[in-house]
């Protein structure tokens, strides 16, 4: 059964500094990747995936992500973070052989401090 | 824009009620999922629907049921509420054939006393 590790659950980070997320999963298959955003009294938004192709993926507010087969991961970054970037993010990940089913990780809040 | 709606966003209920949670979606999506959300535990599945009548377990099931008469309807069911299922829930849809993102619902955090 595929498994997704976020490594840390809290990251406190300065505005216009730099953030890194990190996520590991498991799985000896073929993956689809996906990290959503919550941001407070919400519903989680797609921010970003992978599905095939370039091994990096941009989201339009500055986000990217990497997919690693090698090291089976799925890191996020943002280069200089802003207060509204203050949210909890969702690592995911689906195998599209078993029916696409999302399996997510614990989380990682993300406060932006001024 | 998709638009998925849930019929409360707080509830409190007592222990051994019955609870009824309802989810809309607007955009004819085949596919419909019910998770619940704990601190330090992301999101875990509890049930989805491929279809209408359509329904499976996924990694959680145990003290929930579902029904899905209509393909915009989705409904969790507690059948005797507990306070270990005080939990935020979290109902999503997706496209069927073709589709990868699912689209999640605002919540509803349920209080078991």
């Known amino acids: 059964a595929q498994s997704v590790t976020q490594l840390d659950s809290q990251v406190p980070v300065f505005e216009e500094a730099p953030v890194e997320l990190r996520c590991n999963y498991s799985?000896?298959?073929?993956?689809?990747l996906f990290w959503y955003v919550q941001y407070p009294n919400q519903g989680l938004q797609l921010l970003l995936k992978y599905l095939s192709g370039s091994t990096l993926v941009e989201s339009i507010n500055g986000f990217e992500a990497e997919f690693n087969k090698s090291q089976t991961s799925f890191h996020l970054r943002k280069p200089s973070v802003h207060i509204s970037d203050t949210a909890e993010y969702f690592c995911a990940v689906s195998e599209p052989a078993a029916g696409n089913k999302l399996t997510f990780g614990g989380g990682t809040r993300v406060l932006v401090k001024p | 824009d998709v638009k998925v709606t849930q019929s409360s966003r707080y509830l409190v209920k007592r222990t051994g009620e019955k609870v009824f949670l309802e989810c809309v979606q607007d955009m004819d999506h085949e596919n419909m999922f019910w998770y619940r959300q704990d601190p330090g535990l992301g999101l875990r599945l509890i049930y989805f629907?491929?279809?209408?009548?359509?329904?499976e377990k996924g990694d959680i099931p145990e003290g929930y049921s579902v029904s899905r008469e209509k393909k915009e309807r989705f409904s969790l069911i507690l059948e005797s509420a507990s306070t270990n299922q005080t939990s935020m829930y979290l109902c999503?849809?997706?496209?069927?054939?073709?589709?990868?993102?699912?689209?999640f619902g605002p919540g509803t955090r349920l209080t078991v006393t």
């Open positions: 799985s000896s298959v073929s993956v689809y």
């Open positions: 999503a849809s997706r496209l069927g054939t073709g589709g990868y993102e699912q689209y």
């Open positions: 629907s491929y279809d209408v009548k359509m329904k």
